[in-house]
């Protein structure tokens, strides 16, 4: 049976907020950044009036957030932290550091377009800019389900059959700042899910001294490198487990990536995050139309499921992966995985449209003209641009 | 020494044995090599304070050769070194010769 739970109106950056709360890190380090600073500002909150027994580091930058992010996990601390667009971007050497020390650090990456020009609004430029770095990556369609990814994420990363840093994806401002209805689990259960967390030879054990961090050449540098694929390898299949216990507890069923109407769907758009919502009603409208039109909404992205991905699309006539980040000179990111998934297969035809830059809208009428664009690829079988950009004046 | 394959590494390549890189031998590296002339050596132990990688043998106080299997040949000693009335006690030498 579900547990009780509370429901509540609340933006995406509080529930965030609210499960790093429940979940009480031993340390936060933080450095404010729009539109993530709303989670560390309440966060901080909470460790000034006691309601946590967290260290709060103020560092002066992103990189340093990382840097002592990975510092007090090493020592043995369970660490969380969040960050946003050119935070992130600063923390990337940091990144790589974390997750080769197989440091199950859990962060909230408030999704924010990168400069230049600069802009503070929502796209996914700096979590596809960082997707290669070694880190787990979960993403969120609206505050519920950011809230319960990051109480599911230290379960994923310390597990120990993966012990690798998880970041936790929200659209800026329109998850972020929007109010929502949603429901939070109780203190004690989100502690009971949780766990206490034992870190694997912290340095704070000085009994054992250990050295970490040290010099690796050629003859053993692949070896390293194989090990922490294989932990990747892993997270799947401890994603579905602790999804599955998660669903028990909340009554809110996820999988490594959501299907809507896709089963005996022809025409089939893939998009992450806060898009799918809007696609979701559009597909509802073109279904009593008569137009089998379905949707897949990944949610695990790193490590990506190409095999049960390209088995959920292969059977689609024709399919649209939307992308809120552009590969400059490449096709769209996801359109790439997407792409890889379907490489085995004979299936659908495929194309690409860049959308939502920078914060741009994706109104219900965008996302129509994209289904008619699918539904008349999926009649001819034929593609005009294999990679457009939609919404943009021309 | 065998060489462990992915599966033996300890996690995250923690180093778990304080000291072990004395394990891991670098002499091989070195394409100058330390020579000690006895005779010329005044015992001031300068070549042991400045060697980068502890190679300098001492015993009971006293500077007593090179250890070749970590020696990197990179000839600090040989500069620091005052030698005996201008001849040095420790001179470069090419490997192999």
Partial sequence: MPTATKTVAVTGNQAV???????????????????????????????????????????????????AAIGASAAGGRVATATSSQGMALMWEMLFIASGYRLPIFMA????????????????????????SGWIQLWSENAQEAYDNMVMAPRIAEHMDVRLPIIVCLDGFIISHSIESMKYLPDE??????????????????????????????????????AQHEAMLKVKKVVQDVSAEFAKLSGRKYEIFETYRLEDAEVVLVSLNSAAGTIK??????????IKAGLLKPRLFRPFPYEEVGAA???????CVMDRADSF?????????????????????????????GGRDLMPL???QVIDETVEVAKTGKVKMVKEYITVRN | MKQMNWKELPHAGTILDAGNAHTYKTGSWRSLKPRWIEENCIQCLFCWIYCPDSSVMVKDEKMTGFDYDHCKGCGVCAMECPGKKGAKAIVMEEEGK
């Fill in chain 1, 17 to 67: 907020a609210e499960a790093l709360r429940q979940i009480n890190p031993d340390v936060v380090p933080a450095y404010p950044i729009t539109p993530s600073t709303d989670i560390v500002q309440r966060f901080s909150e909470f460790v000034n009036n006691g309601e946590v027994d967290t260290e709060m580091i103020l560092v002066e930058s992103e990189h340093s957030a990382m840097s």
């Fill in chain 1, 109 to 132: 990456l408030v999704n924010r377009a990168l400069s230049a020009p600069l802009n503070i609004h929502g796209d996914h430029s700096d979590g596809m800019g960082m997707r290669d």
């Fill in chain 1, 189 to 226: 259960e989100v502690k009971k899910f949780v766990g206490e967390f034992a870190q694997l030879n912290p340095l704070l054990d000085t009994d054992n001294p250990k050295s970490i961090g040290a010099l690796v050449l050629p003859d053993y540098y692949m070896e390293h490198k194989r």
């Fill in chain 1, 281 to 290: 009603d559009e597909i509802d409208r073109y279904r009593d139309k008569g």
């Fill in chain 1, 313 to 319: 699309l292969k059977n689609a006539k024709a399919v």
């Fill in chain 1, 329 to 357: 000179g490449g096709y769209g990111p996801m359109f790439m995985e997407i792409a890889s998934a379907l490489y085995p297969h004979k299936g659908p035809v495929l194309f690409n449209k860049i959308y939502g830059l």
């Fill in chain 1, 366 to 368: 965008d996302v129509d």
